[in-house]
């Protein structure tokens, strides 16, 4: 009922910054809150922000605060992420995901699920 597709992802030195875009779309995807999570091979797919569309409610998670930023452009039906002072360990993929009802940093609160874009940051 819900598609999402991430993109902006991308190569960028230590200290760089990127903007990620999630595109949403079906009937429904306005009923949800929107997060995004990072997953590296081998471990825990990892909470990183969530947002509601109207722009409220907005939760970093401690790795992150002060240097990334979550927005809603609802014009566009889009959600983006922006990520300032990048370091290595923020390398990753990065997942779109609309859900969030109960405990906004677990994945088994999200309903839907983007396909993914890789984020990697040199040293």
């Known amino acids: 009922q819900v598609q999402l597709v991430e993109s902006g992802g991308g190569l960028v030195q230590a200290g760089g910054s990127l903007r990620l875009s999630c595109a949403a779309s079906?009937?429904?995807?306005?009923?949800?809150?929107m997060g995004w999570f990072r997953q590296v091979p081998g471990k825990e797919r990892e909470f990183v922000s969530r947002?509601?569309?109207?722009?409220?409610?907005?939760v970093y998670a401690d790795s992150v605060k002060g240097r990334f930023t979550i927005s809603t452009d609802n014009a566009k039906n889009t959600v983006y992420l922006q990520m300032n002072s990048l370091k290595p360990e923020d390398t990753a993929v990065y997942y779109c995901?609309?859900?969030?009802?109960?405990?906004?940093?677990?994945?088994?609160?999200?309903?839907?699920w983007g396909q993914g874009t890789q984020v990697t940051v040199s040293s």
């Open positions: 995901a609309a859900g969030g009802y109960y405990n906004h940093n677990e994945v088994g609160s999200y309903d839907y």
């Open positions: 079906g009937r429904t995807f306005r009923n949800y809150f």
């Open positions: 947002i509601r569309w109207s722009g409220i409610s907005t």
